[in-house]
């Protein structure tokens, strides 16, 4: 079994010294859309410059795969995906701005493709925290991901 890497953002997303980790088992989806050939980019409005993929935590009771799908319908609205593969997992460790908190995340990793385009509206709330793009793998390449996303996407 492979060792599971371990990123530590040092960029505006550094660990703050001196306030203590929160742990927190976490997804990261790749969002795929195979007839347009793009993949979903967040671009977060918090202040924090964060280009990502779909993140999140994963709640009691969830299954890792049922938490990736909650977030991508909470932050994209898209319903209906299938499940390509599950991909490497990594830890990270940063500072949320969103929840003002020093993260050290357990991501599982997983690659959805759309059935189609059918989606429910994105809360006022959600779409307050992040603006979604549509981007192709050349320009995800030039995409600002944190390490591990990176790492993620570049897995595909």
């Not at 830890?91 to 995340?105: C, E, I, L, P, T």
């Not at 390449?141 to 897995?155: C, I, M, T, Y």
Request: hydrophobic content about 40%.
């Amino acid at each position: 079994m492979s060792e599971i890497p371990l990123f530590v953002d040092t960029t505006d997303n550094a660990v703050r010294p001196g306030l203590p980790f929160v742990e927190r088992d976490a997804i990261t989806a790749v969002v795929y859309d195979p007839k347009a050939l793009k993949y979903i980019g967040l671009r977060w409005k918090d202040g924090s410059n964060w280009e990502t993929l779909v993140t999140g935590g994963i709640e009691v009771g969830q299954s890792a795969e049922e938490a990736a799908r909650a977030e991508i319908h909470e932050e994209t609205g898209y319903k209906n995906l299938i499940l390509i593969s599950e991909l490497p997992r990594y830890d990270s460790k940063f500072f949320h701005h969103g929840k003002q908190v020093n993260r050290y995340a357990h991501f599982q990793c997983f690659l959805f493709a759309l059935v189609d385009y059918e989606r429910d509206g994105v809360s006022a709330d959600e779409q307050k925290k992040h603006e979604i793009l549509w981007l192709t793998q050349e320009e995800m390449k030039k995409f600002h991901l944190p390490e591990g996303h990176r790492f993620v996407f570049d897995s595909i």
